[in-house]
């Protein structure tokens, strides 16, 4: 075709790379390091023994990716190298693979990324407390596949496919948060932070219940695609069409223009935390985390015109024109048909729509070695609330500071997607502060540096002390 | 502290974070690195069934090619029509003959009293016949016998003289000394005729060779074409006393008789023969397409080539030749004789045909059994050559000596398309432009690396309602790059069976079809570029035959039901 058309994957591709670059929501490998500037971030109760200002855009970079399906599973070793190709790699689609669809979950099959980058930070001790000041931007992006349509692309027949739904969400948006926590008595500590949050762009893309019924004389597709689009300036770029077979024409969309791009919602957030020491080896803490919702001025909403495709061969067919219901002329009907099916047309602004933040519950437990109180070790369980995208993990930490300046831990991870291993290491010695970790280790990473497990994670950030 | 340790540690950290991340890199893992070779589709998959076509008529997929010799008529019939171009004449002419006195005897006849009578004279004569004269019945003439009568002196008259002459001599006319005398049964009688010459002439209107008398004699002799008549004058006297002048000396009556006679017709049996370079030539121009491939077979029926003679010789011809088909080489592809037939005098229509049957009014017939074979392969031009034309020497007839008599002929041929029991038309088609497609797939092959181990093929069925009168044999094969056809032994196309033939349009015939493609080997498919079909229509398929149907462009067609196309084995698309 020589016209570029917004189909879903489209759509979906510009989503997901525009937004699974970057960032994570915290280090959570950190949780229990003493040191790091950014534990209130984690749990609005816990504060900082030092005054800091982050280095604007450096102070707090994180960028996470999660899935229980990877590049790994997708591109494969070559079964036909190097004797039947010089390519050491193939798509799992290569018939020649013994197990296509081994690295697929049976149910679902998700990919997320979040991204956090900490615009401008600080803290500092007043009233009684420890106070935080930040201007975050932070991006969520997640895919949700069903296994049918793994199968479906690898072994199409003769056969139902129910692929039922496919999801893509992505949330964007900067959150200006201002944050305290104070001491109640020696035990208990306990903080929060109010956020507003200033709404970039939200997209939400559904398509629901696919099936394809290749059986029998008529085969049918059906699928209720869905966009909702919510940017400032966001408009579909339309394009009308002359049906091929029938009178009239179509309008679908074919691009996206992005006219004067701003704050598209504005939105409240919350964090709430607590910390409780019931002695002084023993921590127990808990966090409510971006308990909130973006109102969206704009809801641009896209959707296929025809839930359904049906291809039934072609009947009564012509041999020449004369006869009139040519197989050209059949075959025409049906690409009006597909064209409605798969296009997306523009059904306008619906007026705006209010999506929830992705809440968070972190609950962890700290033990520091009587004998030796420079090691901890920590327990803590993080939760992502995101309706379909819902995940959650359990983390077993060792950390240590051997120098006042210099500590660090590394940890074990279980999570919906996978178990991997986390570290960190916070160096701050007087005035400066430096920090990387990773909640997972990123394995390997393709030659673009996609990590081939989907599950990595990178934090850094550079501040100043005082 | 020294804070350069610190700071020391951050720039390790920092390095160390970059370095891990280098080291973890694998680069096989690349954009660049990935094949590209996709399944498409499960081993086995079908389309949709239940596709189907509208009736197709011949009409529909075959074209005539603005042939010159065959054409479509009001009913939807498939006619073979072409004349053969301008009329050939050739004239025949019998030479006039003349018998010629080679001698003539003068007698002389004493006259008494009363009655006397002797022969006054002879006449012998002779012709040249023209070689084309076999036989003489009678000869026609417009000449004269000139008889002299000399009456002597020594008689004032002689009272009555009576010429007889031979029964075979027509003597319609006769004057004596320019007065008309009256004829009965060849005697002419003169009364008181005077002393002196007198000159008769006898006017002969014909000589009827089939006629004897006593007077004479006709004869003709074929083989040396020569005709003669020897023909006496007779004459009987009386003469009365009182005429008598000198009774002591009568003497006597003398005469002769002279003639030439130039023969202006004749009745007889006569052999002239025509001569003809050919009778013709039909120029078949613009082959159909359904009739120009090479396992054509146009044995037709019954077909007629119609000769239209004008014979302006009152003789019936005989005619014979030979019917030569040739390419535009001039090759001779078959020939057909044609033996002896008859063609009657004036306009006549004499058809050639194959089946024996009844010739309607005004038309003659004659079977030529072996006419199919000028068509079987459709030749440039067919030539009516080896003309034998001469008039049937067995008819007795009156002809015209010196008139020319021609004969014109002119031929066409015609016959509606009717298939004998080993014809057959193809209609060949192909599919194009194939390679563009398929050289991007592949079967899967059970050993990796041998083209050869593949499993896959197309599978088309269908109901085929056939209404023609005529089995359809599908045929297919495919071509690769360079056009050549592909072995079946490297890319099979099997066709299950022959469709069957309809016995009239009322009672259609329907086959279910199977045709499966088979690539022996995956490079045979790179290597496929189109495909050839071949619709072969043939009046038998080996146990029965349908003949004499006249194939139809209209109503006879062919319906595609219940089409259905399976694949069998894993197709692979490789686009790398």
Redesign the interface.
Known sequence: MKHHIISLCQLLLILALAHTSAFAQGLRSAYFTDGYLYQHTLNPAMGNDQNYVAIPALGNINAEAHGNFG??DI?RD????P???G?????F????LSDPLKGFNKSWNRVGADANITLLSGGFKAWGGYNTVEINAKSSSNVKLPYELFRFA??????TYNIGDLYVNSQNYVEIALGHSRDINRQWRVGAKMKLLLGVADADIQMKDVTAN?T????TLHGDAQAHMSMKGWKYKTEEKEYKAQAGSYSYINDVNVDGAGIGGVGLAADLGAVFRPDKYWEVSAALLDLGFIHWNNDCYATNRDKDFT??????????SS?G?TADDQWDKYSDQIAQFYNLQDEGDKGGRTTMLSARMNIGVRYTLPSYEKIHFGLLSATRFCGKHTWTEGRLSANWEPLN??DGGVNLTANTFSTNMGWI?N??????N?F?GMDHL?????????P?SSNASVS?G?NVTF | MNIRIPFLCSALILMLSSGMLQSCKDNDFSFDNIDATIGLGSDELALPGGNSTKEIALDDVVSLNNSNFIYIDDNGDYQIKVDGGSQETSTVSIAPFTFKTSSSISSTIPMIQGTFQGKLAALNMSSTTPSEVEDLSSVACDQNINVTIKVPNTVRCVDELTLSLPSFLLIDHATNDGANLSISNNTITLNNTVAGSHTMVLHVKSIDFKTSSNLGSTSFDKNNHRASLTADIYLKGRLSKNNIINMGSLSSISGNATADLTITAATGRFHPVFTYDNFGSVQLNNIPDFLSDKSVNMNLYDPHIHLNFNNSLPIAAKVSGRLIARDAQEHTISSVDISTFTVPTGNSVIVLHKQSEAAPQGQTYVTVPGLGNLLKTIPDHIDFVDIKAEADNTQTTEVKLGHDYAMTEQYSFSTPLQLDADAAIAYTDSIDDLNKTVKKLSFKENTVGDPTSINGSLKLEADITNRMPAYLTLTAWGTNLQGDSIPQSQLSVVVDKTVEAASDTQTPATTHLTVTVKPQSNNVLHSLEGLQFRFRAAASNGNNAIVGKTINAKKQTITVKNIKLTKTGKLIGNFN
């Open positions: 590049y790994e591109v070559n079964p036909l190298y004797t039947e190709s390519k050491k790699k193939t798509s689609m290569n018939p020649y690898v072994d199409a027949g003769n056969d290749l029998g004389d008529t085969w291809f039934d061969g072609f009947h009564d067919t012509g041999i020449k006869q219901n300046w210099l290491i160096v701050h010695p007087k005035g400066f430096v990387f990123i394995g390997k990473v393709s030659k673009e540096m996609i081939l850094m550079m």
